[in-house]
């Protein structure tokens, strides 16, 4: 198993574009979660789903932040328009039950 | 706020057990004690788990008091390849809107040579 799968590993953008990361869950896991993870504020949990429909997006910071599933194989996360405070890394994770599986990571910059 | 409460850091010699204790008084006795790891610029690994009894695998051994109140993860031969932050935290066994998973800042771990 290839585990889970991050696109892209990492990212340079300028303020105001649009930034979309991508994760491949695990096959058969039936959670799916999206983090960032920053020096200041550690490792948050921003949205996960379940069976592909979002159960807790209370940890998403604002509007310009979306995530979908549109099958159990794939999922995005999207920043529109970015910002430079939206520099992070973002880690995807899958699991069932209680356990997660993360992957590499996305390093994004924002200038 | 977390719901557990790890020392910022800690020191252990290679080869020697690594006890990395975490606090979780409030723990319900439906929620498990999970515990992870990350490796600088890797993502969280996932160690081990487990509700009242003692747990073993081949990573490490999770003892949680009788109370639950508080457990250890125990690192049998810490290698240098165990340096790493280690997340201690507190779930239900299925995740739902009521559950907040909070990883917490964790303790990191240094294993010296």
């Known amino acids: 198993d290839a585990g889970v799968i991050q696109s892209p590993r990492h990212e340079v953008t300028e303020m105001g574009q649009e930034v979309t990361l991508r994760c491949k869950p695990i096959?058969?896991?039936?959670?799916l979660f999206w983090y960032r993870q920053t020096m200041m504020r550690g490792l948050e949990l921003l949205i996960y789903?379940?069976?592909?429909?979002?159960?807790?997006d209370s940890g998403m910071p604002e509007d310009r932040f979306s995530a979908k599933m549109p099958n159990a194989s794939f999922s995005t996360l999207k920043i529109q328009p970015s910002e430079p405070r939206d520099s992070a890394v973002y880690f995807c994770?899958?699991?069932?039950?209680?356990?997660?599986?993360f992957g590499p990571g996305t390093r994004l910059l924002v200038l | 706020d977390a719901k557990t409460t790890q020392p910022p850091s800690m020191d252990c010699a290679e080869g020697r057990a690594a006890n990395l204790p975490c606090n979780h008084s409030?723990?319900?006795?439906?929620?498990?004690v999970y515990w992870y790891r990350q490796i600088h610029s890797q993502g969280p690994q996932y160690i081990i788990h487990?509700?009242?009894n003692n747990e073993t695998n081949e990573m490490a051994s999770l003892i949680i008091t009788e109370d639950r109140k508080s457990s250890t993860l125990i690192l049998p031969h810490a290698t240098l390849r165990d340096t790493a932050v280690y997340y201690c935290?507190?779930?239900?066994?299925?995740?739902?809107?009521?559950?907040?998973?909070?990883f917490g800042k964790g303790t990191r771990l240094h294993i010296l040579p």
């Open positions: 994770a899958s699991g069932t039950g209680g356990t997660q599986y």
């Open positions: 096959s058969g896991h039936d959670y």
């Open positions: 487990g509700l009242k």
């Open positions: 789903f379940n069976n592909n429909v979002p159960i807790d």
């Open positions: 409030t723990i319900s006795g439906n929620e498990y």
């Open positions: 935290i507190v779930i239900l066994g299925a995740w739902s809107r009521d559950d907040k998973i909070i």
